[in-house]
């Protein structure tokens, strides 16, 4: 596939948008710019923060899809599917930031927001200081070569030009109808799901993991995503079947097991019913 390569892990990543050394990038897209938009599904390490600054485009993250306009942004997590279905004639800046110069409650936000990831703005004080420190980044990082000093101020201008995007998050996770509280525990669930393999049966294992009822345990889902909990997990593991399927080499009999379907007839069923198409034919319906 082109332009990835396998980590540790063994997962398919995308390293066309490498970072620099210290894990720290600014592109600027424009129908004026020789620099290409990826237009094919891919999954990154690292936090991808994006603005719209004119113009109108669309993108998909996990499968589904969005339309950006003037003054749009979105974030996108490590190892979430993304792509440019349709860039029109977007100007837009992103900002790719090593997981690592994040702290803990920043990525715990941004898993919240990733649970209904939706574009959001910020507002006008924001966009000063957005751009403001995007143009020191992108400045001091065009004045090379880097020396210890230099690289530490980049990655401060970069933790803090996430952090006005995570304020305008914040705010945007404030005013939507689910609780700070539910979004949490969601967020908590789903995280679970991606590090536990297992099948829906366990949920009440990982419901007493959170030291919460199934019975609140599906609630809160409900609230948050308008499924039962049952069907959440199910959609859960499909979005994770669809990303093995497109990132890895692992046979779909290989990617069932690792999604704690050891009936593998059972997980194409599921796979078939969740997206209209057996996982053989998805794969090569995206890649061939």
């Known amino acids: 596939m082109k332009g990835e390569a396998k980590n540790m892990a063994g997962l398919v990543l995308h390293q066309a948008s490498r970072l620099s050394e210290f894990g720290v990038r600014v592109k600027r897209v424009s129908s004026t710019l020789p620099e290409e938009l990826l237009d094919y599904a891919h999954w990154d390490d690292y936090y991808v923060f994006g603005r719209v600054s004119r113009g109108t485009c669309r993108i998909a993250v ?12 979105v974030c ?21 930031v090593d997981a690592a110069l994040l702290d803990v409650p920043a990525k715990r936000l941004l898993a919240e927001y990733a649970v209904s990831p939706r574009p959001f703005q910020l507002d006008r004080e924001q966009v000063s200081e957005w ?17 210890d000093m230099a690289k530490w101020l980049i990655c ?9 995007a995570l304020e305008a998050v914040g705010r945007a996770i404030g005013g939507r109808n689910e609780s700070r509280r539910a979004l949490e525990i969601v967020a908590a669930f789903r995280k679970i799901l991606q590090e536990e393999k297992g099948a829906a049966g366990e949920i009440a294992r990982h419901a007493e993991t959170l030291r919460i009822s199934r019975v609140y345990l599906n609630e809160v889902v409900k609230s948050v995503t308008g499924m039962s909990v049952s069907r959440y997990v199910r959609c859960e593991r499909v979005l994770q079947a669809r990303r093995l399927l497109l990132y890895t080499e692992l046979s779909v009999k290989e990617i069932a097991v690792e999604l704690g379907y050891d009936d ?10 969740e997206t209209g198409v057996p996982p053989s034919v998805y794969r090569e319906k995206h890649l061939g």
């Open 131 to 147: 751009e403001a420190l995007i143009a020191a980044i992108s400045r001091r990082m065009g004045q090379t070569p880097f020396d």
């Open 156 to 164: 401060r201008l970069a933790v803090a030009a996430a952090g006005v």
């Open 264 to 273: 593998y007839a059972y997980f194409t069923r599921l796979f078939t019913k």
């Open 62 to 73: 996990d499968f589904a899809e969005y339309a950006l306009g003037a003054g749009d942004m």
């Open 76 to 96: 996108v997590c490590p190892y979430q599917a993304h792509q440019v279905v349709d860039k029109g004639e977007a100007e837009a800046v992103l900002l790719f």
